[in-house]
């Protein structure tokens, strides 16, 4: 739901940066050429207009006890509540209370040692290689632009 949010980000740029559109189309003409990608931003459009695909997330714990768990509740975010692991998008983190009522997530990364499996499944199949894909290919776009228009020398 938030990698559209990092192109939206730098496409704000637009405006400030001479010859952006020269170089941000073929980065984002190479991300919507990747089958992959499409399906994944045609499952997150249903996701947000339509809510009709229903991704399904299943846990597996190798092994777990007190002492992982106490590892887990370091370092609580400001507001935390809670701590969960395997929520229905696959991820794991924090309950934050915001102080007037809401609720947000916090999610965080389990330390592989804990030998904990999320998969996520949506409709035709396994989502996590192409979601990591993804977060790769925007992490390399983000370099890029990094590169591109901050350590210009």
């Known amino acids: 739901m938030f990698g559209r949010a990092v192109t939206n980000a730098l496409e704000n740029m637009r405006s400030d940066v001479p010859d952006f559109n020269s170089w941000y189309e073929p980065r984002t003409a190479a991300l919507g050429e990747d089958p992959r990608f499409r399906r994944l931003y045609k499952v997150r459009t249903e996701i947000l207009h339509k809510a009709q695909v229903s991704p399904t997330a299943s846990l597996y714990i190798e092994h777990l006890n007190f002492a992982d768990l106490a590892r887990l509740q370091t370092n609580p975010p400001p507001g935390a509540t809670g701590f969960f692991m395997g929520d229905s998008s696959g991820g794991s983190g924090w309950t934050v ?51 591109q228009f901050v350590c210009t020398a």
């Open 97 to 147: 209370d915001l102080g007037d009522g809401r609720t947000e997530r916090y999610y965080v990364e389990l330390p592989r040692d804990m030998r904990v499996d999320i998969r996520m499944e949506v409709a035709d199949g396994e989502a996590v290689d192409v979601v990591s894909a993804y977060l790769d290919a925007l992490e390399q776009f983000i370099r890029d632009a990094y590169r």
